[in-house]
């Protein structure tokens, strides 16, 4: 098993129940230069664990919120465990109610 591989299944182990990692966040597990930077140059070999870890069904790769397939997807990614849904962060909830300039009232 890759340092990449066993960095996000240590990831995915350690995160809460429902909640996905940023593949951002092995590629700096994994990293040990010098150059601030240079977990970045991990980032492909990140993608390629991931891939192999979801086609042996150990993770899952998702893309806003759903499982890809991960033969040939494109853009943003998450990975976490297989069948768990995964729990939007407070920044990706959309408010209940819209709020428009006339209901805001200044002090």
């Known amino acids: 098993m890759s340092p990449e591989e066993v960095a996000i299944l240590a990831l995915i182990a350690a995160s809460k129940k429902g909640r996905t990692i940023d593949p951002t966040q092995a590629a700096r597990a ?6 601030p ?8 070999s990140v993608r ?4 192999h870890l979801a086609r042996s069904g150990q993770i899952s790769i998702y893309r806003k919120g759903k499982v890809i397939d991960p033969n040939g ?3 943003v990614y998450r990975l976490g465990v297989p069948g768990e849904v995964p729990v939007a962060a407070p920044s990706d909830v ?7 300039a006339e209901s805001v ?3």
Request: hydrophobic share 35%; no cysteine.
């Open 105 to 107: 009232v200044a002090e």
């Open 37 to 44: 930077e240079g977990w970045r140059k991990r980032l492909p």
């Open 94 to 100: 959309e408010p209940d109610v819209e709020l428009d």
């Open 30 to 35: 994994v990293y040990s230069g010098e150059d």
């Open 73 to 75: 997807f494109k853009g």
């Open 48 to 51: 390629q664990a991931a891939i």
